[in-house]
């Protein structure tokens, strides 16, 4: 699975020219993406192609009744069965989208460990994501959210967690975008990432409300939480 994220890397500027994001939405640092934030994600527009957007962490589909009745529970979605399961299958089939960040948090035996790659470049989730609109009131803002594909873990990441996100190559972004790309292509893409390294860090990512860049101190530095 995953549970926590960074988008950790300090230029604003690097992210802007390696994702088209545009200029207007704010880059911040973010040492504890948490469910429920809003994350930093690309999306396919039809009339502009792909454009930088806020997306919300926990995907609400379109039918759902009550944004409140999902959301935490669809954090993720199985790679394998992606294209069956309601919540996440028109999704699939037509709003994929690029979830920003440059690395992500796995826990064994207590301790947080924190994945990135082998060269601490930025990279993009496999995402999905919906609009949710309510059917009574329409006074009250769509919901844009999202949700992270993950897959059988491998490398580093097997030794602490059976599942991790999928990472997508770089030149593999833009057909994860394209709605035109068909089904099989798309599975093929959703395979584990190489070259990654994981090294323990800070207790104090624990807490989902703590954003601060103390955590991704090593351990031994790290205040007990």
């Known amino acids: 699975m995953c549970g926590r994220f960074t988008l950790a890397t300090p230029d604003p500027s690097q992210i802007r020219a390696r994702f088209p994001i545009g200029e207007r939405l704010e880059v911040r640092c973010r040492y504890n993406v948490a469910p429920g934030d809003d994350v930093l994600a690309v999306v396919h527009s039809r009339d502009s192609g792909p454009k930088g ?39 699939f089939a037509r709003r994929r989208c690029l979830i920003v960040a440059d690395g992500f948090y796995e826990w064994s035996a207590g301790t947080p460990h924190w994945i990135t790659r082998e060269d601490g470049a930025p990279f ?23 949700t992270i594909v993950t897959t059988a873990a491998t490398g580093p990441v097997r030794a602490l967690h059976d599942r991790m996100p999928v990472i997508l190559p770089r030149d593999a972004e833009e057909t994860w975008l394209d709605p035109e790309t068909p089904a099989p292509e798309l599975h093929e893409l959703l395979a584990p990432a190489a070259a990654l390294v994981a090294r323990p860090v800070s207790r104090a990512v624990n807490d989902a409300r703590h954003d601060a860049p103390d955590c991704l101190d090593p351990p031994e530095q790290a205040a007990l939480f």
């Open 53 to 91: 957007a806020l997306l919300r962490w926990g995907l609400v589909p379109h039918w759902a009744a009550d944004p409140r009745d999902l959301g935490v529970t669809t954090i993720n979605a199985r790679a394998e069965t992606v294209a069956e399961r309601p919540a996440f299958r028109d999704a």
């Open 124 to 146: 993009a989730f496999a995402g999905l994501w919906a609009t949710w609109r309510p059917r009574t009131d329409d006074a009250v803002e769509p919901l844009r959210s999202c």
